[in-house]
């Protein structure tokens, strides 16, 4: 299982440190309080001292989860957990056996040995995982400035200009979740927040910071807590101090401390940006690659001190920074950018196009006005429907699923998610393909039968599912991660790349998927709309709403208008739930036609 391919998989991944941070006190107090163990005063205060700076780094996410909703926030704990517990804890002195170790080693290796059982827990391919997403959302959504053009002067003109919209509603939108927006966008990288200058680039946590205070002044503390993004770029807390020096705001400067923790968390490093720039050439996305490479060179210039090298010591290790080369010999191959077979690649950049759209804040492109209906399927039943696309049908069902069985579904999926399959073998890395975790959920529950019958009631469709080789299939919950997104695909099983997956006795029993049914179980703050490439038309995730849409023609034949893909999640929380209708039984409800459009 990838972690970084489901929301909920990262989320929980703060309670699994929190476990291990409690383990860590545990060892120490024991250690300090039985004397017997003869264990050392500096191995206790060294501990003592790991238990302290990871607690801080922990903390900000214990208070507010929600901010692995933010890309970057997700990217840096996976960093961060895949590295740091690692050190943690490495028994460094070697060739000892167990019963030389002291009390301490002893337990260190032991929480080793659970974390390495642990199939949630991030890895090296994690990191790599969670750096292709950052990565894809910066290609999807265009938020760096333009760089195919700009790259060989924008690092160095001043006339550098850019309207990147998808780029600026990031950067609004990443104010809640902890990180600075208080710049101009178009010139600036919208992940790093760097400042692009005739002389280079500056940080711009004075900007950012003096607007915080601004707003302290006006709407009080607890905003500005919440709020803490600007001083993520703050090279360290005597700068924070400096700033407040004289502005007479004492609660600010004693906070100084604790929010450039805070901040630090959500800091790209130079590391970091080249990491980003190694797997973005790994992966041949050419012009994200030299983006990211001139960031990091230009990180490199300008660091100061930062907090992680103090942190290092900290940590029992003698490592230094990993040492990736800037400008990384993938280069070379990195000749084209990644390319499509001509239809693929048509309506590729068409599901870009409106990915793009649809985060910029463009009204789908519809080619009609939006019509409403009323059903009154039952006299407890009233369906709002709003006609998205007439021919071929695509319509939206607004408030079919009420919060509170929304959350009963959610928590249903939870245990048994899982990464997402491919129901087809378009391209090979999975990675750009489908990144998502899913759960099956058979109608055992009075709420799954509830909402099978409103989708039967809706549709006119028999929704009727006990088992295999029934009408329609149990409910496919999703959940996507990091970056997380689905291709332009069809729903269909039996188009020709899919064949051979489907077993034909499977299709022999309930036909192929009909039509349909999503319900859409969160809003997503950026990114992850709905797309349909070859009819141009997007639908935006809102929560408590369904779309339904028809895969096959009236001659059964797949309609192959209705191919759509799920755009990358930039930030947020996406989920849905999939109800696929089959052909069986529906023969009087959508009659055959020898005419396919009828
Ligand atoms: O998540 C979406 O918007 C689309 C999902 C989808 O197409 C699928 O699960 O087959
Ligand atoms: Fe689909």
Redesign the pocket.
């Known amino acids: 299982d990838h972690v970084t391919s489901s929301t909920y998989k990262l989320t929980s991944l703060i309670e699994r440190e929190q476990m291990l941070l409690d383990h860590l006190s545990q060892i120490s107090s024991i250690a300090s309080a039985q004397p017997a163990l003869k264990e050392s005063h500096k191995n206790i205060a060294e501990l003592n001292k790991t238990i302290e700076f990871m607690r801080r780094r922990h903390a900000p996410l214990e208070q507010h989860p929600e901010i692995l909703q933010h890309p970057v926030a997700a990217f840096r704990l996976i960093q961060r957990l895949a590295s740091d517990w690692d050190r943690v804890t490495r028994v460094t002195r070697k060739a000892k056996s167990q019963n030389e170790m002291g009390f301490i080693e002893n337990n260190l290796q032991t929480m080793r040995d659970i974390i390495s059982k642990w199939r949630i827990w991030p890895t090296p391919s994690s990191s790599e995982d969670a750096a292709l997403g950052v990565i894809r959302i910066g290609h999807v959504y265009s938020l760096y400035p333009n760089p195919m053009k700009t790259l060989p002067t924008v690092f160095s003109s001043k006339n550098y200009k850019c309207s990147c919209p998808a780029g600026k509603r990031f950067l609004s939108i990443s104010e809640k979740y902890g990180r600075c927006s208080k710049v101009e966008s178009g010139k600036y990288n919208a992940f790093t927040g760097y400042k692009f200058e005739r002389s280079g680039y500056a940080l711009d946590n004075q900007t950012c910071f003096k607007s915080l205070i601004s707003r302290f002044k006006n709407t009080g503390p607890n905003y500005v807590m919440t709020y803490s993004s600007p001083l993520l770029l703050a090279e360290n807390s005597r700068r924070a101090y400096e700033l407040t020096k004289g502005i007479g705001l004492e609660k600010i400067r004693s906070k100084s401390q604790e929010w450039v923790e805070s901040y630090s968390y959500n800091t790209i490093s130079t590391k970091d940006l080249r990491f980003l720039a190694k797997v973005a050439w790994q992966n041949k996305y050419c012009t994200e690659a030299k983006v990211w490479d001139e960031l990091a060179r230009l990180s490199a210039s300008h660091e100061v001190n930062s907090e992680e090298s103090e942190s290092i010591h900290c940590i029992r290790t003698s490592e230094g920074h990993q040492n990736v080369p800037l400008h990384n010999p993938f280069h070379k191959e990195c000749v084209e950018e990644r390319g499509f077979n001509s239809y693929a690649e048509r309506i590729h950049r068409q599901y870009i196009k409106l990915c793009q759209e649809s985060a910029e804040g463009v009204l789908p492109s519809l080619h009609m006005k939006k019509t409403c209906t009323w059903h009154y399927v039952w006299p407890y039943v009233r369906l709002n429907e709003e006609a998205i696309s007439l021919n071929p049908q695509i319509s939206r069902f607004y408030d079919v699923i009420s919060p509170r069985d929304i959350e009963h579904v959610k928590k249903m999926a939870q245990s048994q998610l899982s990464d997402s399959a491919l129901s087809s073998t378009v391209r090979a890395n999975i990675q750009d393909v489908r990144v998502s975790q899913t759960a099956w959920l058979p109608n055992k529950s009075l709420t799954l039968q509830k909402l099978s019958r409103l989708a039967g009631e809706a549709t006119g469709l028999d929704t009727g599912f006990s088992d295999v080789g029934t009408p329609a299939e149990a409910f496919?919950v999703?959940n996507y991660g990091l970056g997380g997104l689905?291709a332009p695909?069809e729903?269909s099983v039996r188009t020709s790349r899919n064949i051979g997956v489907e077993t034909t006795e499977h299709l022999r029993n309930a036909g192929d998927r009909m039509a349909?049914w999503?319900f859409y179980l969160s809003d997503v703050e950026l990114g992850?709309a709905?797309v349909f490439p070859v009819l141009n038309i997007s639908v935006a995730?809102i929560k408590g709403s369904a779309v339904l849409w028809y895969n096959l023609l009236r001659n059964g034949e797949p309609d192959t208008r209705m191919i759509?893909?799920?755009c990358p999640v930039a930030i947020g929380d996406?989920w849905?739930a999939?109800k696929w209708i089959r052909e069986r039984s529906q023969v009087f409800r959508r009659p055959c036609s020898l005419f396919p459009h009828q």
Do not use: C, I, S
Request: no cysteine; proline share 6%.
């Open positions: 496919q999703v689905y695909h729903d349909t999503m992850g709905t995730p759509h893909a799920g996406k849905v999939n």
